[in-house]
């Protein structure tokens, strides 16, 4: 494998916290009036979308190759080093808080007033995915099972079709990205920590799952123009990988913004409608 291009050696996810945001939470956590801390909302404004400087950035976990955090307080697990000795760091985020992130942005721009750093203009809250599974009722008996907060909406019901869509797109999703990680380790010559499976059979098999997930997506809720657009995306996004396998998690990410782009859903939108309509001309 050649030295990977320097110019993958940056950091473009961008969800490490800027120090102005350090501050940010610092007082958010105080004008909560102790009901949170200024670590737990760090913790959520990493997953948080943010608008910065006037640049968007996405709450995907951050994957370093050859570069320090500049996070410190972020979680990172260490990957191994690439065949030219390079620290593969990969960021661990912790569990959406819908609670919290929608107090950190109902309250970001007025925690302090006149103080509140001008490179942040806005957060979006992480996308929750639905809790699936039998509840036990409002009397709290074993709700916290599978909704920790024990505010689901879902006792004593069946899982919507959509539901089953969202559960199945975010579990494709997380197999794309662990595929991709493990792409860029079996290029680089390394094992996955902790597992004896080789990563060149966790990248086909967590490929493999995803493809299948995607297929229960499509056959729960029925999207023509977004299973086009997002097989459009991937099909560039894998051939660049299959050039560059180590920066698999690079461009996996890549494909997974901007599948999630407003251009990708103008063009999802309008593929739905010309579809719509060619059906409708043999019905």
């Known amino acids: 494998m050649g030295k990977l291009n320097s110019s993958y050696d940056v950091d473009i996810y961008n969800r490490q916290l800027h120090p102005e945001e350090k501050t940010l939470a610092q007082q958010i956590a105080a004008k909560s009036g102790g009901t949170y801390t200024a670590a737990q909302v760090e913790d959520q404004m990493r997953i948080m979308g943010a608008t910065v400087n006037g640049t968007v950035e996405n709450g995907a976990p951050d994957t370093l190759i050859g570069q320090?955090?500049?996070?410190?307080?972020?979680?990172?697990?260490?990957?191994?080093?690439?065949?030219?000795?390079?620290?593969?760091l990969t960021q661990t985020n912790a569990a959406v808080d819908p609670q919290?992130?929608?107090?950190?942005?109902n309250n970001y721009a007025s925690a302090a007033p006149g103080a509140v750093p001008s490179i942040v203009s806005g957060y979006t809250a992480s996308p929750t995915q639905p809790q699936i599974g039998p509840q036990y009722g409002t009397n709290g008996l074993n709700a916290g099972?599978?909704?920790?907060?024990g505010d689901c909406g879902m006792a004593y019901k069946t899982p919507s079709q959509q539901q089953v869509?969202?559960?199945a797109g975010f579990g494709a999703t997380q197999l794309d990205r662990a595929?991709?990680?493990?792409?860029a380790l079996a290029?680089?010559?390394?094992?996955?920590?902790?597992?004896?499976?080789?990563?060149?059979?966790?990248?086909?098999w967590a490929s493999a799952g995803s493809w299948f997930l995607n297929g229960?997506?499509?056959?729960?809720?029925?999207?023509?123009?977004?299973?086009?657009?997002?097989?459009?995306?991937?099909q560039v996004t894998g051939a660049i990988t299959a050039r560059y396998p180590i920066a698999a998690p690079i461009f996996n990410e890549f494909g997974n913004t901007t599948s999630n782009s407003?251009?990708?859903?103008?063009?999802?939108?309008?593929?739905n409608t010309q579809w719509g309509i060619l059906k409708g001309k043999f019905q």
């Open 165 to 167: 869509a969202d559960t």
């Open 179 to 183: 595929s991709a990680m493990a792409t």
């Open 100 to 105: 919290l992130q929608a107090y950190i942005v």
């Open 216 to 234: 229960v997506q499509q056959a729960a809720s029925p999207n023509f123009g977004g299973y086009t657009v997002s097989n459009g995306i991937s």
């Open 145 to 149: 099972t599978m909704c920790p907060k």
């Open 187 to 204: 290029a680089a010559g390394l094992p996955i920590p902790y597992v004896s499976v080789p990563a060149e059979a966790v990248a086909v």
């Open 68 to 88: 320090k955090p500049t996070d410190a307080g972020a979680g990172w697990l260490s990957a191994g080093l690439t065949a030219d000795g390079k620290p593969i």
């Open 262 to 271: 407003g251009a990708a859903q103008n063009a999802q939108d309008w593929i």
